[in-house]
T-cell receptor, first 117, second 114 residues
C-alpha cells in the first residue's frame, strides 16, 4: 500500500489565488512527521513546512500552511496568494518515528503546480 | 541555500564505469541520507548514516556503497554502472535521526550513464 498519496499530478492556478495541494498518508506508527518539499525546474529540493503527529496546531511558515487532519490522515499544503515563483513540483513526505532503522523519508509522487499570470 | 553541499553537480560517464558522489552535510548535522530520483521510480531512499555508522538501508543495489567519514562528510560509490542508474542523486542531512528532524537536501548530482 502507498504510504503517501498525492492524487493531483498537475494543477494550474491563477496568480494571487490560494491553492491547496492534497496529501494523504498511511501509518500505524503514533509518532511520525509530515513534510512538504518544493522542487523547481532547476532540480534542488527545498524544505517548506513540517507537521509532527503530536502537534496540536497546524503548522504555518509565511505563505505556507499545513492543513493537518489526523483522523482523516491528510496533510494538505495551502499556499496563499500564489506567485509565479511558486511554479514547481511539490512533494509530500512522511517519516515514521518509532521503528529503529525506519528514519527515511517516504515521498509521494508529487504535484506539478503551474501559476498562470 | 540549504547548507548541504554536493559535488559534482553533473556527471557523465559510460556503462561499466565507477563514480563517487560526495556530500558535505550542514554544520552540526550528524545524519546523512542518500536518495535517488528517477522518472520511473520517483524519489527512493538509498541509505542513511548517523555519526559515521550505517543506520538504515533502503532500495540500494549491491553495486552501490556508501560511507560517512569522521568529519561527517559522506560518499556514495556507484560501480558497474548501467543505463538505468541515470538519475538525480540527492544527499540530505539532519541534526539527529528523530521523526521530527528536518532533512535538508543538497542540490543533487545529476548522473548520466551513456
Amino acid at each position: 500500500a502507498q504510504k503517501i498519496t498525492q492524487t493531483q499530478p498537475g494543477m494550474f492556478v491563477q496568480e494571487k489565488e490560494a491553492v491547496t495541494l492534497d496529501c494523504t498518508y498511511d501509518t500505524s506508527d503514533p509518532s511520525y512527521g509530515l513534510f512538504w518539499y518544493k522542487q523547481p525546474s532547476s532540480g534542488e529540493m527545498i524544505f517548506l513546512i513540517y507537521q509532527g503527529s503530536y502537534d496540536q496546531q497546524n503548522a504555518t511558515e509565511g505563505r505556507y500552511s499545513l492543513n493537518f487532519q489526523k483522523a482523516r490522515k491528510s496533510a494538505n499544503l495551502v499556499i496563499s496568494a500564489s506567485q509565479l515563483g511558486d511554479s514547481a513540483m511539490y512533494f509530500c513526505a512522511m517519516r515514521e518515528g518509532r521503528v529503529f532503522g525506519n528514519e527515511k523519508l517516504t515521498f509521494g509522487t508529487g504535484t506539478r503546480l503551474t501559476i498562470i499570470p | 541555500d540549504s547548507g548541504v553541499t554536493q559535488t559534482p553537480k553533473h556527471l557523465i560517464t559510460a556503462t561499466g564505469q565507477r563514480v563517487t558522489l560526495r556530500c558535505s552535510p550542514r554544520s552540526g548535522d550528524l545524519s546523512v541520507y542518500w536518495y535517488q530520483q528517477s522518472l520511473d521510480q520517483g524519489l527512493q531512499f538509498l541509505i542513511q548514516y548517523y555519526n559515521g555508522e550505517e543506520r538504515a538501508k533502503g532500495n540500494i543495489l549491491e553495486r552501490f556503497s556508501a560511507q560517512q567519514f569522521p568529519d561527517l562528510h559522506s560518499e556514495l560509490n556507484l560501480s558497474s554502472l548501467e543505463l538505468g542508474d541515470s538519475a538525480l542523486y540527492f544527499c540530505a542531512s539532519s541534526v539527529e535521526d528523530r521523526a521530527m528532524d528536518i532533512q535538508y537536501f543538497g542540490a543533487g548530482t545529476r548522473l548520466s550513464v551513456l
